[in-house]
């Protein structure tokens, strides 16, 4: 049964013939992020929403990296949960955003580019980093900067978060080691995947591949005789 939210959001998204809003979006202070966030999302989604945006805010401060950046793009990393699956490659088609054959296969994956255009479209995020960090915060990426890093692991360990393994050591981890937490919420997303017979996104594959060579170029520089 589709909740009252998941009800406003479809009424929302369908203003128009294809149900996209192409208008010159006005940009949205945190407090008004918020407000259409909680009519777009579930409850327990919203409360998501808070517990990322904090987490990397928090995240932010130990790293250096800039917390306005991380406080958006953890409120809006989820914006587009709720599009209908049926919308999802029709907005990414409309924005020109390509679509892995992973993706079509499971649409969920998509909430995370279909967030990215709507941060832009919506909220009127401009940042292309924040942007970048919502695409890639479900699959990870190859290539990661500090922010996408941060996402990506405040969206696995924020508070709310219970089922998710061996989240008290990747919490602790957080706080001294962020390539070593991105490379461990990989392997374990990949461990649950093949163990529950989903279906493994390459980029999920790519992401772990390159975030082990980051950990082993590391080692290399702190201990010349690994080389």
């Known amino acids: 049964m589709r909740s009252a939210r998941s009800i406003r959001y479809r009424r929302r998204r369908r203003k128009n013939k294809e149900g996209f809003n192409l208008n010159e979006p006005k940009k949205m202070n945190a407090e008004q992020m ?6 777009d999302l579930k ?3 919203y409360r998501h929403t808070l517990g990322v945006a904090d987490t990397a805010v928090h995240l932010a401060g130990i790293y250096h990296c800039d917390t306005e950046q991380a406080l958006t793009a953890g409120l809006l990393h989820d914006c587009a949960k709720y599009m209908p699956d049926e919308d999802r490659i029709a907005y990414c088609d409309a924005h020109q955003v390509p679509v892995t054959d992973s993706e079509r296969e499971n ?3 998509l909430h995370a580019k279909c967030g990215a255009i709507m941060a832009e479209e919506v909220y009127g995020v401009t940042d292309p980093q924040i942007l970048h960090a919502i ?7 190859p290539e990661m900067n ?6 990506f692991v405040a969206d696995y360990i924020e508070p709310g978060r219970k089922e998710a393994p061996h989240l008290d050591e ?5 706080e ?4 070593l937490t991105v490379y461990r919420i990989l392997w374990d997303t990949l461990e649950y995947l093949r163990a529950a017979g989903r279906t493994i996104d390459d980029t999920t594959q790519a992401s772990l591949d390159a975030a082990g060579v980051r950990i082993q170029e590391r080692k290399s520089d702190i201990d010349p005789s690994d080389r």
């Open 34 to 39: 918020k407000a259409r966030l909680w009519e």
């Open 107 to 109: 649409l969920t994956l």
């Open 170 to 174: 990747l919490r602790a981890l957080a």
């Open 43 to 45: 409850e327990s989604r």
């Open 176 to 179: 001294t080691d962020l390539d």
């Open 146 to 151: 500090l922010l996408d890093k941060i996402i």
């Open 135 to 141: 695409a890639v915060h479900t699959t990870g990426a």
